[in-house]
């Protein structure tokens, strides 16, 4: 006879222990993340394009958008770099702009290791865009102008050590779930099977003989009448 192994025996507590292993190694791997990285601040300026007299002023959308999308382009061909005291490498991987489908403003966000330096790096590019459409105003028909500096970061913008931990220890249980989500599937047949087999009986084990079935009876021929 066959039994049938109950389903809570086959997630052993051994199995569990899978999951807040994962959620321990995960919080000290993103822990140590947090605390060994370098932390990284974000200093924003902005810049707003204004028409000229005689220029429509819808073009200064227009314009704003294309220079948001030139910014680190013109302030690397500018003196921007020299403002800021970085490497062209340096101001392109580290200054990110941005601007508005509704008014014709630019923001730009510089990031790095030093606040003095972010904050000089945002400057630096904003400076550049109003001295390049300075240039250029004359075929555009607007102008950049400065419409807030950057101001020194107190707070870094990249994650703390606890933060890092938390987002590893949530990583790492939810590997851990996925874990035992596939391995009592695979492991659960292979100990019901083994289970199943110590619990036949002998007799049960051995192979039946077959019973051979009742003969039929012969056929006698009827009397021949007379």
């Not at 052993?12 to 932390?39: D, E, F, N, Q, S």
Request: aromatic share 4%.
């Amino acid at each position: 006879m066959t039994t049938t192994r109950p389903r809570h025996t086959l997630l052993t507590p051994a199995r569990w222990m899978v999951l807040p292993a994962a959620v321990l190694a995960g919080a000290v791997l993103g822990g140590g993340y947090g605390a060994l990285k370098t932390p990284e601040y974000a200093a924003t300026s902005y810049v707003i394009v204004v028409p000229g007299e005689k220029s429509d002023p819808q073009a200064a959308l227009g314009f704003a958008q294309a220079y948001g999308r030139v910014a680190t382009d013109i302030a690397v061909t500018g003196d921007a770099q020299v403002w800021a005291g970085v490497s062209a490498d340096t101001l392109r991987s580290g200054v990110q702009a941005a601007t508005s489908p509704d008014a014709p403003m630019i923001s730009i966000t510089a990031r790095s290791a030093k606040p003095s330096t972010a904050v000089s790096m945002a400057d630096g590019v904003a400076r550049s865009l109003v001295v390049n459409s300075s240039h250029v105003a004359a075929n555009t028909g607007v102008k950049v102008v400065q419409f807030s500096r950057a101001t020194k970061p107190v707070k870094p913008v990249s994650p703390s050590a606890p933060l890092s931990a938390l987002v590893g220890g949530c990583a790492g249980g939810l590997l851990g779930g996925l874990v035992l989500l596939v391995r009592p599937k695979r492991s659960g047949r292979t100990e019901a099977a083994r289970h199943s087999r110590q619990n036949t009986h002998p007799a049960e084990a051995r192979t039946a003989t077959p019973v051979p079935g009742p003969a039929g009876a012969a056929h006698q021929p009827e009397p021949e009448a007379v």
